[in-house]
């Protein structure tokens, strides 16, 4: 290994197409090039639509966040047009986006980023006695006897005898950088193995509040679902204690087995609490609204919105998302083109999407990154590029003084025996996901009962009508839907002329994390990561570059917004 480029794509165990090279030295990594390379154009479609119906066409975005772009869009809508939102719906989006987070982070750490820390192969010379021990000393789930493990470790040696891994396949078993004895391996394949019968009843939540699962169905002005208690085609009792029955299995799950499995597979991972921070600047745009006033009263959000620069906790910079010099997108690195030129930095309201392929055609041999290398475009907060996901809320819960996040951070901290400075690496990322799953899965039944309370006391309204007539809306309206979705801030920004939609841009968790470097050569949060103390074993065996890139847990359907290398159209669709 001297100065060779080290080339993955696909990154697997992901959503989307993503490449990643990097430039080695010695066995270092020296520079880092994300790319996203396919491409799509919900922003574009969307255009000369009712803006009632944008979140149907843009909940299309993505089939992993399920939900989020829909609920991004009818908030850009009513913040457009002042739509107000009834308590219930308000209780009801918080349910349902948080049944998509607890959903969303328990799969990613079992079934898209456990196998960078677990070998399954070594798990086959696992003591089944000596698991169920080591699991019944970290939590009391009941399936943890000795021979629960003897079947699970039998299952999996019989995947492994029909020459089948299946969906264990095409892993670096057996590399040096797996750490964990058999038994903790064992463990994790039987938990992963768990969590995928657990997600099909979380998902039903979704369908109880949005009819189904996945793109549930969302609502301009509230929420698509009646409560009528004496109804069959309505919420009823039945429905609300079946969500109570989920709110159980999540808990469940996320304390007994998810938290402890976390904790004890990171305490065999401590050197990634230092490497993998990258840069230092986190980004919220805050969620969770309590005060029965929707997105109109911020100081009620569960996750406060704000940056954060240079690690520095002692300070939150406020985040102005109406403010043109604020948030910018920038394509100098990306396949598009702006009228204004390519170096320009364009605010969401006024932003293009102009494809402008002249890369070479894939597959690549090598990425020319002095040219444009991505479709992500490369967004930026006052210029700097910043990280949004579980870090960021996490860095921004304890900021801010939320109890139950410090208590958890503190928890993990002195469990982990790790500096606070673990906090901003690989491990800390990884950690953070799991802490904010326990702190929204807790929340939820606060916010489930309220929402029986309100229904004892006869408030059955998710739906406000009176502004539902487009007549009454002004000539011409703008505003911005936002939220925090899985993988971080994301914001639809819409642009409503004559009942129209003009323009429509929807800036998104993994283009801030996965995009390229921008005009000033600054990079994107991914790069930096890799660019922070990776060494690699193997370059033949990249597990390193996994461990840190699905740290962020891309998304990049989400990240690019129908597929053709060679750039053509492939489609055109009818606008009314
Ligand atoms: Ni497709 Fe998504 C989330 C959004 S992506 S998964 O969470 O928005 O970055
Ligand atoms: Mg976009």
């Not at 989006?93 to 607890?102: D, K, S």
């Not at 922070?532 to 840190?548: A, C, F, G, K, S």
Request: hydrophobic residues 35%; proline residues 6%; aromatic residues 10%.
């Amino acid at each position: 290994m001297s100065n060779e480029r080290v080339v993955v794509d696909p990154i697997t165990r992901i959503e989307g197409h993503l490449r990643i090279e990097a430039q080695m030295n010695g066995d270092k990594i020296e520079s880092a090039y994300s790319s996203g390379t396919m491409v799509r154009g919900i922003e574009v479609i969307l255009q000369g639509r009712d803006p009632r119906d944008a979140w149907a066409f843009a909940q299309r975005i993505c089939g992993v966040c399920t939900l989020v772009h829909g609920l991004a869009s009818i908030r850009s809508v009513e913040n457009a047009l002042n739509y107000t939102i009834p308590k219930n719906a308000e209780l009801i989006r918080n349910l349902m986006n948080g049944a998509q987070y607890i959903h969303d982070h328990v799969m990613h750490f079992y079934h898209l980023h456990a196998l960078d820390w677990v070998d399954v192969v070594s798990a086959l010379s696992a003591d089944p006695k000596a698991t169920s021990e080591l699991a019944q000393s970290l939590s009391n789930y009941p399936k943890s006897s000795p021979g629960y493990f003897s079947d699970m470790k039998k299952k999996l040696k019989e995947f492994v005898e029909a020459g089948q891994l299946g969906i264990f396949a095409k892993a670096y078993w057996g590399h040096p950088a797996y750490k964990l004895p058999p038994e903790a391996n064992l463990m994790a394949v039987a938990h992963y193995l768990e969590a995928l019968s657990w997600q099909r009843d979380v998902a039903k939540l979704h369908a109880i509040f949005g009819g189904k699962n996945p793109h549930p169905n969302f609502l301009v002005g509230g929420v698509a679902s009646p409560i009528d208690l004496n109804s069959d085609s309505a919420i009823n009792s039945k429905r609300l204690s079946q969500v109570q029955e989920i709110i159980n299995q999540m808990r469940t799950f996320v304390d007994q087995v998810y938290i402890p499995d976390l904790l004890a597979i990171a305490g065999f991972y401590k050197d990634w609490g230092s490497r993998g921070e990258g840069l230092g600047n986190f980004l919220t745009y805050g969620d969770f609204p309590t005060a029965g006033k929707g997105m109109g009263d911020p100081s009620s959000y569960l996750v406060p919105g704000g940056a954060i620069l240079n690690r520095d906790l002692t300070t939150i910079h406020e985040v102005d998302m109406n403010d043109p010099s604020q948030i910018q997108e920038f394509v100098s690195h990306s396949w598009y083109d702006y009228n204004g030129g390519k170096d320009q930095g364009l605010h969401p309201y006024d932003g293009e999407t102009q494809l402008n392929y002249t890369g070479p055609k894939p597959p690549y041999q090598h990425l020319d990154v002095d040219q444009s290398y991505s479709w992500l475009k490369s967004p930026r907060w006052k210029g700097h590029a910043m990280e949004v996901g579980p870090l960021s809320r996490v860095l921004m819960l304890y900021a801010s003084g939320n109890e139950q996040a410090k208590e958890l951070v503190n928890l993990t901290l002195n469990t982990l025996d790790v500096p606070v400075t673990a906090l901003f690496s690989t491990l800390g990322r990884t950690a953070a996901r799991g802490l904010e799953t326990k702190i929204f899965c807790d929340t939820m039944q606060g916010w489930y009962d309220d929402l029986i309370t309100n229904i004892k006391a006869g408030d059955t309204r998710t739906f406000n009508e009176v502004l539902w007539e487009p007549s009454t809306w002004p000539k011409q309206a703008r505003g911005v839907g936002y939220m925090e979705a899985p993988r971080g801030a994301l914001a639809h920004w819409i642009v409503i002329e004559n009942q129209k939609i003009q323009n429509y841009q929807a800036v998104v968790p993994s283009t801030w994390n996965a995009g390229p470097r921008d005009q000033n050569g600054q990079a994107g949060a991914y790069e930096a990561a890799l660019e922070d103390n990776h060494t690699l074993h193997d370059p033949e065996q990249p597990v390193e570059i996994l461990r840190t890139i699905h740290s962020f847990d891309p998304c990049i359907a989400c990240a690019v917004h129908l597929t053709d290398p060679d750039g053509e159209e492939i489609t055109s669709v009818k606008v009314r």
